[in-house]
Structures are given as C-alpha cells and as structure tokens.
C-alpha cells in the first residue's frame, strides 16, 4: 500500500464517531478512576524500587503513537539504569524471565503489568486509549509490513486485543495482525470484551513473556 493511501486510511479509522467522541469520553471517565488507584500505589512502588538499587522511579519510553507522532510513555522502572538493548530475531523487543536487565522489583512488577499503572497520566493527555493496540519503538514501526501500519490509525492502548489474545507468547507479526484486525472492527462491545479479559490475563500472568511455555 503507497504511504499516501496508508495515511488516508488510517485517519478513516481514527475519526469514526465512537474512537474520537464516545471511546475518549470513556478514556477520560476511566483514566480518573484509574488515577486513584496510580496515585496510592506510587508510594509504596516507588519506595519499592528506591530501596532496590536506587535508580530513578519512572522510565519515560519513547513511542510511536496514533498516525505515526512521537510520544513520551510513562512506566515504572523495571531495568537497571542504562541497560543495554535487546532485540529478538523478528526486531522485536526481548522479553523473557530470565532477562538479566531486570531488577528484582522490577520483575515483580512486569509479571504483574503493575509497570504499566502510569500510562493514566498518558490517557489523560490524549496520547492513550485505555484499549487500543500497544504502541511501538521507531525502529519497530519501520518494519512494519503491508497493513501493518494499519496498528496507527488509533491510540494507542494501554491493553488490547493482542495483549489479551496471545499477548508475548505469539510472534511479533502474529501481535500486529491482531492489532490491525482491532482496528478493522473496533467498537465499544469488543474493548468492553478485552477490558475484562484483561484483569483475567493479568491475574493469570498468561502470555507476560515470550516462549511462555518453555
């Protein structure tokens, strides 16, 4: 698909009716319910990862977001400071239990997705969606492939389709075709769908790292 004809059809599905009006109105709505929640678990997480080994409480990730803008997404520290990156064979970013970059909080909060608590700042500013397709580093969005780029015509979410129906445990192209079959039917049934799923995905820690089975 040319990129003109990529940007024109992804602005279509970003500036349907529900994601522009009814879904960020429901953003909001949650984002502040959510925030409550943030604000009482700062405390204790912060002091969690301060007493780990010191190094700072957020780590501000660079992101593709909705049509291909740049954005600052806020997340607990679960690496040790200037650790270095990784990547799996597919480009993809690697994620496993194993991973020597992680601290000791900070696997705890990955296994938990207790990491991701922050992004509510990141829906309130508008540059989130509570469900959306998770976003992307730069140089992930650059192997995007046929519809693939599809994945930023909407905000991104801070859970989703791919994140619940299959999450890491599949490949990264596997996560993106769900992510653009999101977008293709995206309504207010299916986020209320994954919405739940989500808390059931998260209690089960199903599909957290890659190679879940191993």
Known sequence: MPEGDSIKTQKHYGRAFYPRFVKRFLDILSALIGLVFFGISFIIIAIMIRLDDKGPVFYNAPRIGQHGRPFTMYKYRTMYVDAPDIKEADGSTYNAPDDPRLTKVGAFLRRTSMDELPQV?????????????????????????????????????????????????????????LDVTYVKTQSFVLDVKVFFKTFAVVFTQEGVYGNDED
């Open 121 to 177: 700042l990141n829906v309130l500013k508008g540059e989130m969606s509570i469900i959306g397709p998770r976003p992307d580093l730069a140089e992930e969005v650059a192997l995007y492939d046929g519809e693939e780029s599809l994945k930023l015509a909407l905000k991104p979410g801070i859970s989703g389709y791919a994140q619940v129906y299959g999450r890491n445990a599949i490949p990264w192209h596997e996560r993106l075709a």
